[in-house]
């Protein structure tokens, strides 16, 4: 039969899973021989059969019962005994650290009886008994009847006054719990319980199911917390804070949880519970001045810190109370703390000997690296928030409002800091992009051209602005309260948060940012990054490549790591003032007209190459021939079919609609793009590849990789292998030529294609579309959100990659690759290479690299690192 209780005894730190977080830290510092006052731990398992069943599993209230007989002998007194009671309390504890999002009740026990118990035990202090009294009240019926905490607050507020909680006398708190009673009563239609048995047995139940409140879902959902661990719940006998001035509780850090500085760091309030503390009803005073106070508790105290610093080496966040003197351990815990806190906490530890440098790097994720990148505002000065998107693109960004491309381009030019506003992002507002600081767009999603494109540059963006009434024509957006925003008016953007601001909110630089430009100050946090990326690159075995289309980005992507290129994307190289050369190739009626627009085209393809080449200085580069919807690359069939309708078109225009009509697609995305284009377009993927093999044949050490885009049967990769292998050697260049694996049929025969390529490259973003059936241009607006709040999604397939069902492709084309050509090589391009869970599932795949955008790189050098770690200490133990 399944064990549901533990005493603090029989526990200990390992048994988070079952005991939770606190109850298994309680369990810890007990065996440690430490002040805790004595308690027991009901497991996440019975939590989880009654969140599952609706109700407690047989025999969980007879082991209760038999615990409490037992917490009963020790502490000499019994639940809720008329004349000298035991109280407990009843605290949530789940594995992770939910703070404040799941339930506690403290005082269980009290009634109208135990009540004068209570205040003989204290020495005769009323006013104490009745404050305990009234605390339970209001804290039961909100947390366990459910009643708006705010009855409860106005009462007592009406009571105080102007005065302090502290201030008020044993009789006020005496006719205040008659008040909390009558709340209690005319909310539920039932007395407040008197039974102490009833009081936990419904406190119990309701911290089971704090663990599915929305606050606790949209925490989980934040912090990617599995949904179906469940809370234990703890059972601890009361300690008091608030018996006087002799008395107090507190909040320590063995050290600085903002910056990682040694030292004492933390709060304490005398006469007052541990609610106070949080509630803010009282200020408190630095920890230091517990010396003063009470000192034999504060050297104890000390003394403890150190010990459990000591012996779960790390950072510990402690709670305590003082009664009477005598100092309680109420818990502890690993402490949350701040990015940079990470990195210079972890090379301490090392410093001191307490862990390993390995360790260090396993302890500090790719998220808190990727934090310490991007911009952040100053919080000083006043900010007038205009309205709220979705937190597309981290960073800070304050310039200008610019509606086009082409004026961001003109301001930019001029000096001018700008933010390009849209109501959705297309390619052609590519070059716009990289002019402008930042972008906010009033539609799309994280993943909308604009997120995608955004994050790739390291670029500050919010999407999904929806309350913006954005108008192109007059040049101005509308916010909410009628706020008008004409161009050349200065906003401020966190893609951090979504928030945008009216006027300039000061920006402060990233240092860390700084450091991988090879420019930043020797300060502490710089120091233990440096130290962090050396060790990490030394145990990663699976390399980093970066997604990069141009000199600038390639040369960014050296710099912050990249053993190479991963993507280079072709079509962003057709943008701009080549889309008229592209316009003319895909619409030519004769070989001469085709052939015209290919000679023109190929010089400038061989410049875009020789820069990269140079940039990478003998890295390999993997190029993507040209797989562009090609609708991006024709004149709009609407506009053209409005001019000829109106009878203002001309001859050209009229042949250019039959053309469009001729090649418009329904679905673009699964249309006349990739490998396809090339086989329907000859010459195209010929003049790519002759102007990378000249491009290559000028640069000296040039490692090129040609990559067909969007092959889905093995002869499609071989017809234009044939013709690209018969180019390299006509020009004199050594090349690998490979394809890109983003179909779901391509993974599932893989090993065919394999045949014809050295090299796959996972395209996980349009695999995860073709494996999920949606578009995510479209869908993720669309329903999402409904997606998340129903458990489909844990997050978004698009975000991190889904192991599943596209991971299970990616394993099985990998397998199925390797097995037919032992040395294909395999890496990922998808925007999943700089997600941090799925640089580890590539690193389990088995793959030789990911690929991501320059600014993900050090993340994915991090991350890499701490999956070789991982799978090590696995091995080993």
């Known amino acids: 039969m399944a064990k549901y209780v533990y005493d ?22 007990t065996n440690l021989g430490l002040p805790v006052p004595p308690g027991f731990t009901i497991t996440s398992q019975a939590c989880r059969h009654y969140l599952a069943e609706g109700a407690v599993p047989d ?130 239609g039932k007395d407040f319980p008197s039974d102490p048995r009833d009081q936990m047995r419904l406190a119990v ?66 006469n007052a519970q541990g609610e106070d503390v949080v509630a803010g009803i009282r200020n408190t005073i630095p920890l230091q001045e517990l010396e003063r106070i009470d000192k034999r508790s504060y050297d104890e105290l000390l003394q403890i810190m150190e010990k459990l610093e000591n012996h779960y080496r790390d950072l510990c966040d402690i709670e305590f109370t003082i009664e009477r003197g005598k100092l309680w351990m109420l818990q502890t815990r690993v402490g949350k703390r701040t990015a940079a806190a990470a990195f210079c906490i972890a090379t301490q530890l090392v410093d001191q000997g307490l862990i390993s440098i390995d360790e260090a790097v396993t302890r500090i994720t790719g998220d808190q690296l990727a934090q310490l990148m991007f911009p952040r505002f100053s919080s000083e000065g006043e900010r007038r928030l205009l309205t709220k998107g979705m937190n597309a693109s981290p960073g800070a960004a304050v310039g200008k409002v610019v509606f086009t491309s082409e004026r961001a381009i003109e301001l930019a030019g001029q000096g001018e800091d700008v933010i390009l506003v849209r109501r959705e992002t297309n390619p052609d507002d590519l070059s716009g992009m990289i002019a402008a600081r930042g972008v906010l767009t009033s539609r799309g999603g994280k993943t909308s051209h604009a997120a995608v494109v955004a994050r790739g540059m390291g670029k500050t963006c919010v999407c999904g602005a929806e309350e913006l009434e954005v108008s192109t024509s007059s040049r101005s957006f509308t916010a909410p309260g009628g706020v008008t925003v004409n161009e050349g008016d200065v906003i401020s953007i966190d893609g951090s948060t979504g928030e945008v601001f009216l006027g300039e909110v000061p920006v402060m630089d990233s240092a860390v940012v700084e450091y991988f430009e090879g420019a930043a100050p020797q300060d502490d946090l710089v120091r233990a990054v440096d130290r962090i990326m050396k060790h990490a690159d030394e145990v990663r075995t699976l390399g980093v490549r970066a997604n990069a289309d141009n000199a600038e980005d390639s040369a960014r992507a050296r710099r912050f790591g990249a053993a190479g290129i991963g993507l280079c994307r072709t079509e962003h190289m057709f943008l701009g003032d080549r889309r008229q050369l592209v316009e003319d190739l895909v619409l030519a009626s004769s070989e001469e007209e085709r052939q015209s627009a290919l000679d023109a085209l190929e010089p400038l393809q061989k410049s875009d190459f020789i820069e990269i080449f140079q940039a990478m200085d003998g890295l390999p580069v993997t190029i993507r021939l040209i797989d562009p919807p090609l609708h991006e690359f024709l004149p709009d069939l609407v506009e053209l079919s409005v001019k000829v309708a109106k009878g203002d078109a001309s001859d050209k225009e009229r042949a250019l609609l039959v053309a469009v009509k001729r090649l418009h697609e329904q679905n673009p995305m699964l249309g006349l793009r990739g490998v396809r284009l090339g086989l329907v377009i000859p010459g195209l993927f010929a003049m790519q590849v002759r102007a990378i093999a000249e491009a290559a044949r000028e640069v000296r050490g040039a490692r090129p990789e040609i990559m067909i885009p969007l092959v889905a049967a093995v002869q499609e990769l071989e017809a234009v292998r044939e013709e690209a292998v018969g180019i390299l050697a006509e020009v004199g260049v050594d090349a690998l030529v490979g394809t890109m694996i983003e179909t779901p049929r391509a993974a599932l025969t893989a090993g065919q294609i394999a045949e014809a390529a050295q090299f796959f490259s996972f395209g996980t973003n349009d695999l995860t579309q073709m494996a999920w059936g949606f578009s995510r241009d479209d869908v993720e607006a669309a329903f999402f959100s409904r997606y998340l709040e129903l458990g489909i999604f844990g997050v978004s397939p698009f975000e991190t990659l889904d192991r599943d069902g596209v991971g299970r492709l990616v394993r099985i084309a990998a397998e199925e690759g390797r097995k037919a050509r032992p040395d294909l090589k395999l890496g990922i391009c998808g925007e999943h290479g700089g997600d941090p869970d799925s640089v580890h599932f590539c690193h389990e795949a088995g793959l030789d690299y990911v690929s991501c955008s320059p600014f993900r790189v050090p993340v994915a050098r991090l991350e890499a690192a701490r999956a070789a770690l991982q799978e090590s200490a696995s091995d080993t133990r």
């Open 205 to 270: 139940m309701a911290v089971f199911d704090s663990w599915n409140a929305p606050r606790a879902i949209l925490y989980r959902r934040q912090e990617r917390i599995p949904a179906d661990l469940g809370t234990a719940v703890n059972i601890v006998a009361m300690v008091f804070g608030n018996l006087g001035e002799d008395s107090g509780t507190g909040v320590a850090f063995t050290r600085d949880p903002g910056s990682g500085r040694q030292g004492l760091y933390g709060d304490y309030l005398q």
């Open 8 to 29: 603090f005894t029989e526990g200990n730190k390992d048994l988070k899973d079952l005991l939770g977080g606190k109850g298994a830290n309680l369990a810890e510092m």
């Open 59 to 188: 025999g969980l209230e007879a082991e209760v019962a038999e615990h409490l007989a037992a917490l009963e002998s020790a502490m000499g007194k019994k639940l809720g005994q008329a004349d000298d009671p035991l109280l407990v309390s009843v605290r949530s504890g789940a594995k992770f650290s939910m703070p404040g999002m799941m339930e506690t009740v403290l005082n269980i026990g009290l009634n109208d009886e135990s009540v004068h118990g209570l205040a003989k035990q204290a020495g005769g202090n009323e006013r104490f008994a009745w404050d305990s009294y009234r605390r339970l009240i209001q804290m039961f019926g909100k947390t366990v009847l459910g009643i708006d905490g705010d009855l409860f607050e106005h009462a007592l507020e009406s009571l105080k006054g102007s005065r302090q909680d502290t201030d008020l006398a044993a009789e006020e708190l005496q006719a205040l719990v008659e008040t909390f009673k009558g709340i209690v009563r005319s909310e539920t």
